[in-house]
């Protein structure tokens, strides 16, 4: 018997040496070097000629400010993939919904529409908590749902109007001002969603390593089960991951809707998609527990530099679309593959 | 039908020789000798870890790296696979049912082998293939078409039953067959298996209510730490004499457990029920007691342990702690309050496995740990060297992960983790399953350790030599009610497994 357990010991010993090196390559420090990989990738196509727009200030500037427009919508939705719950696909129409909200808003003011844009974004967050934190309600379904009822009632209340927020605010300071979400640079370079996008990566990441919250999310997301006997109030920790969730959409769909200077149904498509794309490349599984804030922020670096060399290579919106699919099949695949490898075999 | 019946050679149906199967940490089967006559009811008993359903599932084909010897019809064969087990005419019925329950009685039945025309199931022939089945158990009376959540459980075990039959076996296996089903149910499937012994078919019959076996077998053999300890017939043997062979070896090898007698009430617990897991029970617990409580598997004390943490709700009843009435809302609030729970099920409730010893320790202390909001896992360290230390875990590595430990040194991180709380009652629900004996003692100690501290064990386990060594009192649950409380003094493995099946006296 002692043999078996000897045997048994070396066995998880080779267990652990033969870790897939995917692991490593998507650590913290590998999604940096892929972020690198097409830096370089992008000044080659631009040395061989190519492309000849890459290195300029412009479209480096270009390149930061869709970063921090989707880095802040990734930043929430890494705590409800953290928790487990793999994606929340209410995003694009929640951005479009307190976008809309906001510009309509306008007119009590531009700080009273900001704030009851949150209260709006906050709302069908608390809609996905209840569900799925209290009720178990599948994640998927249930923000896909969620998404659609929401784009329900932009159609049903705004028909397909577009509103511009010159038309609806009270005065041209609330109309500049929220014009300026998008575009107030702080000594004419730093621009402010990069600015939320940097305070948001140091909040979050102090709220996933530091507070209680995140690890008891770590907990929660890594094995629900064992955190409800371990006294961790599931439900609640659940509720807060989808409630971060909603609140990052909102500041996400109010920068976006100052970017295009219009309230539209369409403003937050594609977001749900891209950011769990940057997510999951950061580093986070779909499993839960695992992978970093400061990972997740690498992974929107990825994403941003990739959109960009495909623009500048002249590829289409629908050709892009597949690429960063198949990308994602990809990186889940590779990351499934490398959890079965330590004997888990959901991803 | 007729024609099976005269079909039958009498004779050795089955034979094993020398089986072994190892486990990581354990050998679960030893070089046990096990054969089955044809016409025969051959029942399989020991206590839990015993190495029964090993047995039963090396039979089964689920292990394709048992060593041994198999014959079936003296014919030597290997059952390496679960097909293979099939093909040479092994058939189980498992203690679970194994039906699709939104699926029709024919469709369950004839599965793998459904009768075709062409391209489209032939419907005649599965009603009449499937009314041959049912017949052989008693339950033509019903439509083949009728999908199965409609029939009642006793309806459904037969169905499980007629499955079997309808592949043709030579052996059927039957792990507990009578879990599920009340006293007139049993008699008559007592009554199919008797026809089924006429018929020529083997029977291995595995349970560990030992009326059952008196009534129903013919030769029994009995099983204890995975080595064979004896077969005989049961019309040369008494209860007794088998209750003393699966529990076998002298009471208190290791143990030294001193009777506290402090006498300072910690938990009273009144007419609790939890309608159809457990009814009227009242207990109380003294402070540095190890309160024992055991019973057959669906006796009802896990689910007790559930609401005691408050991760279940009590229908009646009340709960006093510290002689305060005291209504547990959830795990947190039980917590909070000093009670504990180890569950039973180590990989999906007691550990996060991808996570390390350091955060596994921990996990139960995370508001005590938290200081305006911001958490600090540095305060654990001390306390979690102690204990890695105590419990001596190896690797003693706090960052290991835990899925990378051994199942004895795992056990040991849940132990630890509840031993971190600084709980008043500590509800351990089988604290040692399937672990190494090193473990097991280690484990044993620090359990005497917290006693000795004063901190109220309520110890559920299927082991019984932990439970008499360990307890200082045994309560007996049978059927979700306390039936009886023994004392230390009355307390041997046979009294106590004699009375967990309801005999024994008062």
Redo the contacts between chains.
């Keep these: 018997m002692m043999q078996t357990v000897q045997k048994e010991s070396t066995q998880i010993e080779t267990r652990l040496r033969t870790q897939s090196t995917f692991n490593r390559i998507f650590s913290t420090l590998g999604v940096y070097g892929v972020a690198v990989l097409f830096l370089l990738l992008g000044i080659i196509l631009q040395i061989s000629g190519v492309i000849n727009n890459f290195l300029t200030a412009q479209n480096m500037l270009n390149i930061i400010d869709a970063v921090s427009l989707l880095g802040i919508v990734a930043m929430g939705m890494a705590f409800v993939t953290y928790s487990g719950h793999y994606a929340d696909l209410s995003v694009p129409t929640t951005m479009a919904l307190t976008g809309i909200v906001c510009v309509e808003m306008l007119k009590y003011g531009f700080f009273p529409a900001v704030i009851i844009s949150f209260i709006v974004g906050l709302l069908v967050g608390g809609i996905n908590a209840v569900a799925i934190g209290k009720f178990k309600a599948n994640p998927i379904i249930w923000t896909l749902a969620v998404n659609y009822v929401s784009m329900g009632v932009i159609r049903l209340v705004w028909v397909n109007k577009q509103i511009y927020p010159d038309l609806k605010a009270s005065s041209v300071k609330a109309s500049v001002l929220f014009d300026n979400i998008y575009r107030f640079r702080f000594f004419d370079k730093i621009a402010l969603p990069m600015v939320f996008l940097i305070i948001l990566v140091i909040v979050c990441h102090f709220i996933l390593q530091r507070t209680k919250f995140g690890v008891q999310l770590k907990l929660t997301g890594s094995a629900r089960n064992v955190a409800k006997f371990s006294g961790v109030n599931v439900e609640r920790v659940i509720s807060i991951a989808f409630l971060l969730c909603a609140a990052t959409a909102t500041l996400g769909g109010l920068t976006v809707t100052s970017l295009s200077k219009v309230g539209a149904w369409y403003n937050g498509a594609g977001y749900d998609f891209k950011a769990v794309t940057a997510v999951v490349i950061g580093g986070m599984t779909l499993a839960g527990g695992r992978g970093s804030i400061i990972g997740v922020l690498g992974g929107v670096l990825i994403i941003g530099l990739m959109n960009n060399i495909m623009t500048l290579l002249g590829i289409g919106t629908f050709s892009q679309d597949m690429i960063r699919g198949a990308i994602f099949i990809l990186v889940v695949g590779l990351n499934a593959k490398s959890l079965r490898s330590q004997g888990r075999d959901d991803a | 039908m007729s024609d099976t019946v005269d079909a039958v050679a009498i004779g050795l149906a089955f034979e094993m020789k020398s089986v072994t199967k190892?486990?990581?940490?354990?050998?679960a089967v030893d070089m046990v000798d096990f054969d089955v006559q044809a016409g025969e009811v051959h029942a399989l008993v020991g206590e839990n870890g015993a190495g029964k359903s090993t047995l039963m599932k090396i039979m089964a084909g689920s292990f394709n790296d048992y060593t041994g010897d198999v014959f079936i019809n003296t014919k030597e064969v290997s059952l390496h696979s679960p097909s293979a087990a099939k093909k040479n005419g092994i058939e189980m019925i498992y203690q679970e049912l194994s039906l699709a329950l939104p699926i029709s009685i024919a469709e369950n039945v004839l599965v793998g082998r459904l009768p075709k025309k062409s391209f489209f199931l032939d419907k005649e022939k599965m009603n009449m293939e499937t009314l041959r089945c049912l017949k052989m158990v008693g339950l033509d009376y019903l439509d083949p078409m009728t999908p199965v959540e409609e029939i009642s459980q006793h309806e459904a075990q037969l169905v499980e039953i007629a499955k079997a039959l309808g592949n043709n076996p030579c052996i059927l296996v039957m792990d507990e067959p009578t879990s599920a089903l009340s006293q007139e149910e049993v008699e008559r499937l007592f009554e199919i298996i008797r026809n089924l012994k006429k018929r020529g078919l083997a029977i291995v019959y595995i349970s560990h209510h030992l009326p059952e076996i008196f009534a129903i077998a013919d030769r029994v053999t009995v099983l204890r730490d995975g080595k064979k300890i004896a077969t005989k017939n049961v019309s040369e043997v008494t209860r007794e004499e088998v209750v003393q062979m699966m529990v076998g070896r002298s009471v208190n090898e290791f143990y030294k457990h001193e009777a506290h007698t402090q006498k300072e009430e910690t938990l009273r617990v009144e007419n609790l029920s939890r309608f159809g897991f457990f009814h009227d029970i009242n207990f109380r617990a003294y402070k540095g007691e190890i309160v024992g409580i055991c019973g057959l598997s669906g006796a009802g004390r896990s689910e007790l342990a559930r609401v005691l943490v408050g991760?279940d709700d009590s229908d009646e009843g009340k709960l006093y702690l510290h002689d305060k009435e005291l209504r547990i809302k959830?795990?947190?609030h039980?917590?909070?309050n000093g009670i504990a729970?180890l569950?039973e099920n180590r990989k999906?409730?007691?550990?996060?496995?991808?996570?390390d010893v350091r955060?596994n320790v921990l996990?139960?202390l995370?508001?005590r740990h938290?200081k305006y909001?911001?958490?600090n896992?540095r305060l654990g360290t001390p306390l979690l060297n102690t204990l890695i230390k105590e419990l001596s875990i190896?690797p003693p590595d706090p960052n290991r992960t835990v899925?990378?430990?051994?199942g004895?040194n795992q056990q040991k991180v849940l132990l630890a983790?509840w031993m971190a709380c600084d709980t008043k009652v500590l509800i351990l629900d089988e604290p040692t399953r399937g672990v190494?004996?090193g473990a097991k003692m280690t484990i044993h100690q620090s359990i005497e350790r917290l006693a000795k501290e004063g901190v109220t064990i309520m110890l559920i386990s299927s082991d019984l030599p932990e439970l008499v060594a360990l307890s200082n009192r045994v309560l007996i649950m049978r059927q979700g009610h306390f039936i009886r409380e023994m004392q230390k003094s009355e307390c041997t493995e046979e009294s106590v497994l004699l009375a967990a099946n309801g005999e024994g006296g008062e």
């Design positions: 190892a486990f990581p940490g354990t050998v991760l959830n795990m947190a039980a917590l909070e729970y569950t999906t409730e007691g550990l996060a496995l991808r996570l955060e996990a139960g995370i508001p938290t909001g911001v958490y896992q190896i899925n990378n430990l051994s004895g983790k190494d004996i």
